[in-house]
């Protein structure tokens, strides 16, 4: 009996060994496995290493580089736009001029109808015709009047003639003197409109103020035109960039440094120019509605500065660059000031 128990205890002992063995073979395996799974090798650990060093060097090396230069988006290209208006009113009765044409400072653009003005400059020629007449009859009544003055006071003198007679002689003198003067601010007077006349004539031809574009012309022959009207514009070639940057951007900007402009019409070109000038003020100063920060409550905002940049040569391109095309100027803050 007792050996049959001791039997059934060994043979429960050794199914037990048997079973942690089991399991501490099993929980190896399994620790070998992932062992394996999560082992990196020295090789990846090196490549990683040196992709890790690389990546901070070009970093650091792009930082370098980029604490350099400046750009934005906000940025566009523009020109001296001349708006063509009439200075009198009439009828148009020639267009010299059309869209997209260049033309030369002093080219006739458009002629107005000059019937009535030349009729006005000829009443204003005969009315300063009639004037001077009328001046130099007063002359000569006054030319007479002081040689009866003289006789009379020499004779005066004489007691030749009585007192009456040199008071009428003095009375017609100073008549004659002040028709005189009369007959000469008429004459004045009527130089001046006859000047003004041909002058409203001349505003009937409207003429080029400049050279450059024909832009935005809205004028046909035929139509009746009022003063101060828009007719076209003329646009001058002299293109150049206003970049708005911000505030923060400006502290190594200086006037004469180097700009890289890309413009998104032109993509294939970049374009060599530098910084002309900063503007005298952020755009929120000449603003309509400039704010006024000094009520209510105040929120910081930061404010863009115009910057005006010049191109160095638009030779090739020039047709292509117009004013109003959105670009990107770059400024090379290492540049120095242009001589």
């Known amino acids: 009996m007792q050996e049959q128990h001791r039997k059934t205890r060994d043979g429960e002992t050794s199914e037990r ?3 942690r063995k089991t399991d501490e073979g099993a929980w190896g395996h399994e620790q070998n496995a992932a062992e394996k799974k999560f082992h990196v090798s020295e090789k990846t650990l090196i490549t990683g290493g040196l992709a890790l060093g690389l990546l901070l060097i070009g970093g650091i090396l792009y930082w370098l580089h980029a604490r350099n230069f400046e750009s934005t988006d906000d940025a566009y290209t ?8 009439a200075r009198v009113a009439g009828t148009v009765e020639n267009v010299n001029v059309d869209d997209n044409q260049f033309v030369n400072k002093g080219q006739t653009l458009v002629v107005l109808d000059q019937r009535d003005f030349k009729i006005a400059v000829e009443q204003a020629r005969a009315l300063v015709l009639q004037r001077r007449a009328a001046a130099d009859q007063a002359q000569a009544n006054l030319v007479h009047a002081q040689q009866d003055y003289d006789r009379i006071t020499t004779l005066g003198h004489e007691k030749v003639v009585s007192k009456q007679d040199l008071d009428n002689a003095t009375a017609t003198l100073k008549t004659a003197n002040g028709a005189m003067g009369v007959a000469t601010a008429d004459l004045a007077a009527a130089q001046a409109a006859l000047s003004n006349a041909e002058l409203q004539l001349s505003y009937t031809t409207i003429v080029a103020p400049t050279s450059g574009v024909v832009g935005k012309k809205t004028v046909e022959t035929g139509a009746h035109i009022l ?3 828009a007719l076209m514009a003329v646009v ?6 206003v970049g708005n940057f911000k505030e923060t951007q400006l502290p190594r900007v200086r006037v004469g440094q180097h700009v890289d402009v890309a413009i998104d019409a032109v993509p294939d070109h ?11 003020g952020t755009g929120a100063v000449f603003a309509l509605l400039p704010p006024d920060n000094a009520t ?3 929120t910081k905002i930061v404010q863009r500065v115009p910057v005006k940049i010049v191109f160095d040569n638009l030779d090739g391109y020039r047709d292509r660059v117009v004013p109003g095309l959105s670009c990107v100027p770059t400024i090379d803050l290492r540049s120095g000031r242009r001589k």
């Open 227 to 229: 003063p101060a009207q």
């Open 270 to 280: 970049r374009f060599s120019a530098y910084v002309d000038s900063l503007q005298p």
């Open 78 to 85: 523009t020109a001296h736009i001349h708006e063509i208006s």
């Open 17 to 19: 060994d048997g079973k």
């Open 236 to 241: 001058e070639r002299d293109v150049w960039v």
């Open 296 to 298: 209510g409550n105040f």
